[in-house]
């Protein structure tokens, strides 16, 4: 049986992957250790997706050994599913023996991705017809904000960003609802890895005055971008909490029409939209 050292990268040792490597016992359909078998469910199947979301959560990379401390399986019921996604592509071992997350996962994400967009689309068209500016949906994709659905405004002055679109966090509503839902020390360490540059003279610029604007964030349930990205423009963005991944809804426009009285009008709204979604999404998973 390979020890945790090997899973860990030991060298000198005997790829535990390799064909024909053995373990000792635990069986792939022993439920997950702190969870509960879901009915008529294929156990093995829910492990792999739990190794993978543990991967996911670790940055994309991480040891066997890792996945060993952070699941509570055994390491021979995780070389066999880990075997299996190698094979399959999903998974990949890297030269330093770690493994990582796989080339076919790219493919479903985006699959993913536009079913996201459409599930949201009438979210977002029922908030542009409830305020009348540019609804968005952004998720957090590795330390940028990437936008994922929107519905424009029916103004001919209106907002507009491409879907697919990718932008720090620190300047954009969505991006501040987006590092709320994080613990501070992990919002914080976001934006010094990204950098915090000026988009406009009222972009926030220094890790303290971000982690103040994070609290009040938190404490009224909702994000601006006051002209913090594009002058002119403001936003208000709220989390999507309790959904399937780490989302925020936003909607935007013209200061001129998204009005400091809009905002507080509009904050409710938006908040409802959100846990909508988040209960529709929930459903669809």
């Not at 022993?30 to 093995?44: K, Y």
């Not at 936008?147 to 405004?153: D, F, G, K, L, M």
């Not at 604007?213 to 963005?237: F, K, P, S, T």
């Not at 909490?241 to 009285?261: F, K, L, N, T, Y």
Request: proline fraction near 7%.
């Amino acid at each position: 049986m390979a020890t945790s050292s090997t899973a860990a990268g030991g060298n000198g040792a005997a790829d535990p992957l390799a064909p024909g490597a053995t373990g000792a016992a635990g069986s792939d359909s022993d439920p997950l250790p702190g969870t509960r078998p879901r009915a008529g469910g294929v156990q093995s199947l829910d492990r792999a997706f739990a190794l993978l979301e543990i991967m996911a959560d670790a940055g994309g990379e991480i040891s066997l050994s890792e996945l060993a401390d952070a699941s509570g399986l055994p390491l021979p019921t995780i070389h066999r599913i880990i075997r299996t996604l190698v094979g399959n592509g999903y998974v990949r071992q890297l030269p330093s023996r770690r493994y990582a997350l796989g080339p076919r996962l790219i493919g479903l994400g985006e699959s993913a991705s536009r079913m996201l967009g459409t599930w949201a689309r009438p979210h977002l068209s029922q908030l542009v017809e409830d305020l009348g500016e540019t609804a968005n949906l952004a998720m957090l994709d590795g330390d940028k904000v990437v936008y994922v659905a929107q519905v424009p405004s029916p103004h001919a002055m209106r907002m507009f960003t491409e879907v697919g679109r990718r932008v720090l966090p620190h300047s954009a509503g969505v991006g501040k609802a987006l590092l709320a839902q994080l613990p501070e020390d992990e919002a914080l360490a976001t934006v010094r890895r990204t950098g915090m540059p000026a988009a406009t003279d009222r972009t926030i610029t220094t890790p303290e005055a971000f982690a103040s604007e994070l609290a009040r964030i938190r404490e009224r349930g909702y994000a601006i971008d006051d002209g913090e990205q594009e002058i002119g423009v403001r936003c208000l963005a709220v989390g999507v909490q309790g959904g399937p991944a780490m989302m925020a809804v936003s909607i935007s426009g013209p200061e001129a029409r998204v009005s400091w009285d809009f905002v507080e009008r509009a904050a409710p709204i938006v908040q409802r939209t959100a846990a909508a979604l988040a209960g529709d999404l929930n459903h669809q998973n």
